[in-house]
Structures are given as C-alpha cells and as structure tokens.
C-alpha cells in the first residue's frame, strides 16, 4: 500500500467522524434562542470535538505529503488511531448530556490523550522511515510543544476525575487553541 491510499482512507474515516459528530446534536425544544441557549453544553462539546479532529486532519494533511516511505507498522498504528478517533461521536455525546460526570470526562479525555500518544507513535514511525523529510511541528514529536499539549490534558484528567469533572474538556479546549495558534503561526 503507498502512502496515498492510507491517506485518503484517514480522510474519508476523519470525514465521516465530523460529520456523525453533527447528527448527535439534540435539537432545541422549544425552537427558540432560549431554546439553543440550553443545548450550550452540547454545542460546546460538539466544537471542541470537530476542531480537535480538524486540527488532527490538518497536521496530518500538511505533513503525509513529505512521506515517501510507510511500513505495516504506519497502517496499523493509523488504523488504532483512526479506531478511537471513531469514539468521538459517542465520547462527545456523552460528555454533552454528562457534563459534570468525571467518568464520561474521564472516558472523553482518555480517548483524546489516547489519540495524542498515538499521533506521536506515527510521527516517530514515519520519521524513522522517512528521515530526510524534515517533519513539521507536530511530527518532530516527542518536541516541547507536543509535551505541554500531554501535560495540560493529563491535568484535565486527574483535576476530572479528583475534584472538578469539567477540567477534562476545558484543559482539551486549552490544548487545542495553544496548538491552533502554534498551527497558524507556523
């Protein structure tokens, strides 16, 4: 398999996520601005999910085009990537009609630090196999950027599961913007 199919599978699995992550959002009762205004919670889930995708996208698609050379290892690792990244909806909703729950925080910030420790086992495969690419930011991992971006969630995680259950998405939401202006910068 070459390195164009793997990638326009990951496309086509990260597509439909985002676009299932949609089809979980309550619709308001009344329809009504008070109506939306209570559906916050989920709305917020539902942003910090599909951007964190996208940001995953986004770095991926700006650095698979460097890759000459892939092995088993990158299918396979992209495939238990791409089988918790399927979480997403249901970890989403979860967190969207438990918001102040730790074990769906928990559960949500597990799959997502999952995903991170997974992103940076690709990036370590794919620079071993390609080391004259001269990967992009998130692809020198493990870098200080990619560390922090760990710290702060495994913060979220044990604040969610100890005293304040919200940490969790809001230590993701701190993460992903740090990382979001990283990623426009450079």
């Keep these: 398999m070459n390195n164009d199919r793997l990638t326009a599978f990951e496309d086509a699995i990260l597509a439909i996520i985002m676009t299932i992550l949609v089809l979980d959002l309550k619709k308001p009762n009344p329809v009504s601005l008070a109506g939306l205004w209570d559906l916050k919670i989920s709305f917020f889930a539902y942003a910090i999910s599909f951007f964190w995708i996208g940001m995953m996208w986004v770095s991926h698609h700006n650095n698979w085009h460097l890759v000459k050379k892939i092995d088993m290892g990158t299918i396979m690792l992209t495939l238990v990537l791409l089988f918790f990244a399927s979480l997403?909806?249901?970890?989403?909703?979860?967190?969207?009609?438990?918001?102040?729950?730790?074990?769906?925080?928990?559960?949500?910030?597990?799959?997502?630090?999952?995903i991170s420790l997974l992103n940076v086992a690709l990036s370590?495969?794919?620079?071993?196999?390609n080391p004259k690419a001269g990967f992009g930011l998130l692809y020198k991992a493990p870098n200080s950027v990619v560390l922090w971006d760990l710290i702060i969630k495994v913060i979220g995680l044990i604040l969610a599961i100890t005293i304040y259950p919200a940490a969790m998405i809001f230590s993701i939401f701190i993460a992903s913007f740090g990382l979001g202006l990283i990623l426009t910068r450079g």
């Design 88 to 114: 997403f909806p249901y970890t989403t909703s979860l967190v969207s009609e438990n918001f102040n729950n730790s074990t769906a925080q928990a559960f949500y910030g597990l799959i997502i630090i999952i």
């Design 124 to 129: 370590k495969n794919l620079g071993r196999l």
